[in-house]
């Protein structure tokens, strides 16, 4: 049997996006699959994908034509090409569509979505469905997503529920070297991550910030994460006397996040959120707004607030800081609901019995 050959491609890469794909490469070549990554190059330092075997082809996040006609000789003889997030999914079915061979498939998963509206919101729907009506196959990380895609026209739109592997550098809850870090020695330690965007809740974060500070000891709130957001928030944070620390991009935040007395998730949107994937799993209380793929993720193991909500999250994290006893069974809960998941290794099992089932879609009928 030859080597089955795939091609994983991404556009500007969310972080739930990235990681899956180097899983996925490490597990796919691990079980003698043939890998090709085209990414940013960008991403390739921070996620290493030739590190995990792969076998990497720079391409720009927006690359025009130029870059879907790389894609079109980078897509010559695979036998699936797999598409994350829509950008990479609108340039993969382009090269598809253009000369890459008509048998070649297209799986692409989806691990967000596009919170944009009027003409913007139009536009990127259209591309939904283009995309979705041009893929064999797509995997929705949540079940909301897969009916997204199925309104949106797609043949096959399946769960695909993306589960990446938990840090494996050894963590101890409550340390306190992380907490004299970052100042919460003797107050309470909230901790947030991700990316200083629109969409990310962190403006309503700040208004339960400014309703927490009467507490005493006021909790110090430690958000971990980079983006245009940044000098806003930080203006916010210095006009109205907020304590809150933005701390950049972080390669320890399983570290750091472990020594918080409360993981909070203020997200306008989410799938299969890394952070509060990261948090059940370490047993840290995790406070979250009940959108999208959220409460399908945590089940009853976290404290769910609607989105917009700022008194009611402020409310929610006072009340646990003052419950000991419900952030012990929130911990206890959080790791029963992180061991439904699929493991890393299901996941990559999963993700390839899909590409045997196309490329043997794909292969001619035997002569009789």
């Given amino acids: ?46 996620y290493d994908f030739q590190g995990a075997g792969a076998r990497l082809v720079p391409v720009p996040p927006r690359g025009g034509t130029a870059g879907v006609a790389l894609l079109r000789n980078v897509f010559i003889g695979a036998d699936v090409v797999h598409a994350h997030g829509l950008d990479a999914s609108v340039r993969a079915s382009l090269a598809l569509s253009g000369g890459a061979g008509p048998r070649t498939p297209l799986v692409t998963t989806w691990h967000t979505r596009s919170q944009v509206s ?42 695909g529920p993306v589960t990446v592997p938990a840090s494996r550098a050894p963590v101890c809850l409550h340390d306190g070297k992380a ?17 200083l965007e629109a969409g990310r809740g962190y403006g309503m974060l700040l208004d339960a910030a400014r309703v927490w500070r009467d507490l005493d000891p006021q909790p110090l709130l430690v958000i971990a994460g980079e983006g245009p957001q940044r000098p806003r928030l930080q203006r916010r944070i210095q006009d109205e006397g907020l304590a809150v620390r933005l701390i950049g991009r972080r390669d320890d935040v399983a570290e750091l996040l472990a ?18 994937q990261e948090a059940l799993r370490l047993g840290v209380p995790l406070v979250a707004t009940a959108v999208g793929g959220v409460p399908e993720l945590v089940g009853k193991a976290a404290e769910l607030v609607e989105h917009g909500d700022a008194e ?12 000991t006893d419900r952030r012990l069974d929130l911990a206890a809960a959080g790791r029963v609901q992180a061991g439904t998941w699929p493991t890393e290794d299901e996941t990559i099992a999963h993700v390839l019995s899909v590409y045997d089932e196309l490329s043997d879609r794909a292969r001619p009928a035997p002569a009789p």
């Fill in 118 to 159: 009027g003409a913007r919101g139009g536009l990127v729907r259209l591309l939904e469905r283009r995309t979705v009506r041009a893929a064999a196959v797509v995997l929705g990380t949540s079940s909301e997503l897969v009916d997204r895609a199925r309104r949106r026209g797609a043949r096959d739109a399946r769960l």
């Fill in 179 to 195: 907490r004299a870090e970052l100042g919460a020695v003797d107050r309470p330690l909230l901790m947030a991550v991700g990316a």
């Fill in 1 to 46: 049997m030859t080597q089955l050959r795939t091609v994983q491609v991404l556009g500007g890469g969310s972080a739930g996006g990235s990681a899956h794909v180097r899983s996925l490469a490490s597990g796919l070549v691990a079980r003698g699959v043939r890998v090709t990554v085209c990414a940013p190059p960008e991403l390739d330092q921070v």
């Fill in 312 to 323: 009611g999250l402020a409310a929610t994290v006072c009340a646990l800081l003052d419950d």
């Fill in 259 to 276: 020594a918080a007395d409360i993981a909070v998730l203020p997200s306008r949107w989410e799938a299969r959120s890394l952070l509060a």
